[in-house]
């Protein structure tokens, strides 16, 4: 189904190979997680602290609150490097460092394609990054995670998806179909508040506002 819709996308040359390259970077991911997981047993039974996590819907202020919080010396925040993609444990220095050179020229060549798009999200390989806003998920992966739920009225939040959609995709498509986005990004944000108000009623102590 993927592979379909990819196929029918009005992408660009660029595009159509960073989707492949996502594609193939986050099934190889998934491929070497695995793996791990079946080499080192137990693994994942090992005593962590709790993670804290933010989470919201897109633009509700959640890249903001994320590294101000990483700026405490006594917590540590993942750049956007060492998680995209994650790496299993053990990796070689060699291919971290490698990956860490290829994300900063990725940030930096992003922000050369659209002057625009560091006013309204800016990211460099070195900062610290986030992108996750579904509670579901995140109450069956990590149970004890401390969790921070960014909010923002709609009004204001659903235009500013919709722009830097229109931004982060302005060389990767042929055309930008505005109405296109538009109806997408209501529906996203429209289905988003609804899981997670499903998710917060039958966890209803565990989010912090």
């Known amino acids: 189904m993927l592979l379909d819709d990819l196929r029918q996308a009005p992408l660009s040359p660029l595009g159509a190979r960073v989707a492949r390259d996502l594609v193939g ?32 819907l897109p633009r ?17 925040a993942m750049a956007m ?13 060699n291919e971290l460092q490698s990956q860490r050179r290829s994300v900063r020229v990725m940030a930096w ?7 625009d798009i560091d006013r309204k999200h800016f990211i460099r390989g070195d900062l610290p990054e986030e992108c996750m806003w579904g509670l579901g998920v995140t109450f069956q992966s990590i149970p004890d995670a401390l969790l921070v739920h960014t909010h923002r009225d709609p009004l204001a939040c659903v235009p500013s ?6 931004s982060s995709q302005q060389v990767l498509v042929e055309t930008n179909n505005l109405e296109r ?3 997408t990004t209501v529906d996203l944000a429209r289905v988003g508040l609804e899981r997670n108000a499903e998710d917060r009623a039958m966890h209803p102590d565990a989010v912090h506002d």
């Open 25 to 56: 970077t986050y099934l190889a991911m998934r491929r070497k997680t695995a793996e791990t997981i079946e080499r080192q047993t137990g693994l994942l039974d090992q005593s962590q602290h709790p993670p804290l996590i933010v989470l919201g």
């Open 60 to 76: 509700t202020g959640t890249t903001y609150l994320h590294r101000l919080l990483a700026e405490d010396p006594a917590h540590r």
């Open 81 to 93: 490097w060492e998680w995209f993609p994650v790496r299993p444990v053990g990796t070689p220095a």
């Open 109 to 115: 060549l992003r922000s050369r394609m659209d002057r």
């Open 161 to 166: 998806m919709a722009s830097l959609t229109v």
């Open 181 to 183: 986005v538009g109806r």
